[in-house]
């Protein structure tokens, strides 16, 4: 079965400028949880989606946003980029939440200049 | 305020050795906590997870202990192979996901 796919898989971006990133689940995966990861601070979460609704939020800015849609896709987008918010975005699906195993996907790696 | 903390940053073991990576962790709320492995380039992959009501979980070479009361939990890789060379990550959690830093793990052949 095919995994968590990810778009674009690169990014290079000017600072101000604002970004959306693609994360398609598994199928039948209900909850997708956004992540960010920089060599600094590592593995951060940024918010889950199950069935369309905002489950659970990290400590990120409001320029960091993300919606799901009824087929489950996800979408995040970032505004007024900043040179700090470059790093590696990953989503992952599971069925229930993340309690339930998540799969990761291989990342957009999104560079602001 | 980091909720997990890891350790070693790296490590280098032999073929055949053991690994061992461990994590601590502040918030007693947490109930899951998962220890995922990435290669370079790819996203991170669940390896093994326990919940505190179990002291320990083996699953073939990997082995995770928990400590409930010292609020630590540890990943054992036992006869460490060269396929094993990559970041292993613990995680904590109740309602989101905490991670650690990571630890590089390098094994010699």
């Not at chain 2, 505190?52 to 400590?67: L, Q, Y």
Request: charged content about 15%; some cysteine; aromatic content about 12%.
């Amino acid at each position: 079965k095919a995994g968590v796919t990810q778009t674009p898989r690169y990014l290079i971006k000017t600072r101000g400028q604002q970004v959306t990133l693609s994360c398609s689940p598994i199928s039948g995966h209900r909850s997708v949880s956004w992540y960010q990861q920089t060599p600094g601070q590592g593995l951060q979460f940024l918010f889950e989606y199950f069935s369309e609704t905002q489950r659970n939020k990290g400590n990120f800015p409001g320029r960091f946003s993300g919606r799901q849609f009824s087929n489950s896709r996800s979408e995040m987008n970032v505004s007024t980029l900043e040179l700090g918010d470059s790093a590696l975005y990953l989503c992952a699906s599971s069925l229930q939440g993340w309690r339930t195993e998540a799969f990761f996907g291989q990342g957009t790696r999104l560079t602001v200049v | 305020q980091q909720q997990v903390k890891q350790s070693p940053q790296s490590l280098i073991v032999q073929k055949g050795g053991i690994s061992i990576i461990n994590c601590a962790y502040e918030n007693t709320a947490f109930d899951y906590f998962p220890w995922y492995q990435q290669f370079p380039g790819k996203g991170p992959a669940l390896l093994i997870a326990i919940r505190p009501d179990v002291s320990e979980k083996k699953e073939g070479r990997f082995t995770i202990s928990f400590n409930k009361s010292a609020k630590q939990f540890s990943l054992h890789i036992m006869d460490s192979q060269p396929g094993d060379s990559a970041t292993y990550f613990c995680a904590a959690g109740r309602e989101q996901l905490s991670f650690g830093a990571g630890t590089t793990v390098t094994v010699r052949a």
